[in-house]
């Protein structure tokens, strides 16, 4: 087994609501500069992995309409390098398709498949994660996700529970628990059997088509008449649009890992931060003497402490007297002034918005 | 004297910094549209005069910068009834073009000079006291100023200083007063004596131009030469273009109300109110039951109270949450939210942004 048997599957093609109205249906979160120094989740994610595979081995996955973000995001790759999936159908099928996609190219593939809005502060403890899963997967049969030990209660990440029954070092997932109650929380972090769910997925394509094949037996036959029937890629492009809309909604942690009884899991020994939420942004991004988050506009701050302002026009001037610990954000159409907490509710914003405006600001 | 000889000066070509960032070099308060209904200060006064004079007696004087400005905010106006100085300086010269220019076309014109962006709550007193103004200076050589009974010791108006003396009913002015300190206006308040410039100015214009040449002969004697020199109206313009750069910067209070002796007062029995500062202008603009001013833009507000939420884009969905007395100001390219209150120093923060940013965001 060498390095170039290792692949890289990123995952750009997601977005969420949880950042409105910086984070849109048209610009997910992946695709946005927090810091406003040219950087953005996607390229970090993608620089990152290149000193883990050979870069011509990374495949980035997203939708059409992220397509041209993703191409204009990262030049350096050549654009068959990234798959578009025709329509949003969720992890399952997207991963699939990259799996089809990269056997067809390398039956002896390793994978490793990242979200691209993640979060890693440590570098060399996520390489060595990363390269030692990968080399577990190579010789073993069965998909590897990575554990990150949980230091608080979280309550807005999804749960690994690792079984003690190991294989060839790496321990068998016993179950996968949803974004738990705090009191469901606590009890796990003080019981040691549970992770935080990283949502990152390790597997030989041999044994991913196999299991995910198992699993979902009607977009495994759907797939293997795209791939078999044709080498020609406008031919198979075809094919995959004219199936892929009537393909279920479906996420592999539900479709796959929580069905599978060939799932490990490694703990990853590193700080990861999955921004699910404002305040996980808060918590990510560079802060001045006063905890401010100013890192987009030109910032003037007066009396102010705490706060998070974030601005998708670097050039506007932005003056801010005695705010404490809120948070600003304003987009072209959209401006937002609210606490900096968690009970602040932006699904209300954003669905009162609906109520009087449609999509319009969605 | 019929009422086709009043004739009416709007003063529209001021700008100020106290309103920064909404009111800008570029956009003067008088042109902005503070409830978001498509009114503005320019456009209510003039529909404002258009009940007290004819239509067409309605002169509109600004500078260059703004013409368009005002040829867009009063389409119904002749362009001609735009008079445009070639530089700002300051009300004397600018009232003595408009007195020139009126002359020439009726020299038994009798006018009201008003500011653009004063705000007159009850229009019936305020029709009686300009007709009834119109109807003294039409009949005296004098300037007419309007007082108003102060209602609290405002330190950010000016104040005249009545005199018991009175001719043909108007009472002659003893003195004018700048912006007074505290205990002064106190004081000012408790004489009886003392009542707020209204900034509103009434004469025929031999007397006005009698006694604004006594007070600045050199100005006089250059726009007789204009005026005298020929009936050519382009000629008349690139005379007045050759001169007027280097007139003095002057205001017409303190280049004549203050020195001559013919200055005299009538009391305007209605509210009226000089936008000077953010706290005016939030005591100016519609609120809704929480106190929260949201003229513009589409704004959803939550747990909010006295705030005052202004938007240059119309089109701008506003979220504001657990903001309490709070002014929340967006331009273009600036952004302010700052506490609702008369300490807050805008000027601190602009000059502060000079000294970053050079003239940028002036």
């Not at 993640?118 to 590897?144: A, Q, W």
């Not at 490694?266 to 001045?288: A, Q, V």
């Not at 706060?307 to 801010?320: D, E, P, R, S, W």
Request: glycine share 6%; proline share 4%; with cysteine.
């Amino acid at each position: 087994m060498s390095d170039s048997d290792y692949y890289c599957v990123v995952l750009a093609g997601g977005f969420g609501t949880r950042l409105w109205p910086l984070s849109r249906k048209g610009l997910p979160k992946q695709f946005l500069d927090f810091n406003g120094d040219g950087t953005t989740l996607l390229k970090t994610t993608v620089a990152r992995m290149s000193k883990i595979v050979p870069k011509e081995n990374i495949i980035v996955s997203t939708n059409l309409d992220f397509y041209e973000d993703v191409l204009t995001q990262l030049p350096d790759l050549d654009p068959l390098q990234i798959l578009r999936e025709p329509a949003m159908k969720g992890t399952a099928p997207s991963i699939m398709l990259a799996a089809y996609h990269i056997r067809d190219i390398n039956p002896n593939a390793s994978v490793v498949v990242v979200p691209s809005d993640l979060v890693i502060m440590d570098e060399e403890p996520y390489e060595k994660t990363i390269c030692d899963g990968l080399d577990f997967v190579s010789r073993n049969d069965g998909l590897l996700t990575v554990g990150i030990r949980p230091t608080r209660p979280e309550t807005r990440f999804g749960y690994i529970q690792a079984d003690d029954t190991q294989v060839d070092g790496m321990n068998k997932v016993r179950a996968f628990t949803e974004k738990p109650e705090e009191e469901f929380a606590k009890v796990f972090v003080e019981s040691g059997e549970f992770f935080w769910n990283s949502g990152i997925l390790m597997w030989n394509v041999n044994s991913f088509i196999g299991i995910a094949g198992e699993c979902l037996p009607d977009l495994e036959a759907q797939f293997n008449v795209i791939y078999d029937s044709t080498h020609n890629r406008d031919a198979r492009r075809s094919l995959l649009y004219s199936v892929y809309e009537a393909f279920p909604r479906i996420s592999i942690d539900y479709a796959v890992l929580e069905k599978s009884d060939k799932v490990y899991m490694t703990t990853g020994n590193f700080h990861w931060n999955d921004i699910e939420s404002w305040d996980l942004l808060y918590d990510y991004c560079r802060k001045d003497e006063n905890g401010n988050v100013t890192g987009t506009g030109n910032s003037q701050t007066y009396n102010c402490k705490g706060n998070m302002v974030l601005c998708n026009n670097g050039k506007k001037l932005i003056v801010a007297d005695g705010l404490e610990n809120y948070l600003v954000v304003e987009t072209e159409d959209v401006l937002v002034i609210c606490p900096r907490n968690k009970e602040v509710d932006f699904k209300k914003y954003l669905n009162d918005a609906r109520v009087r405006f449609g999509e319009r600001y969605s």
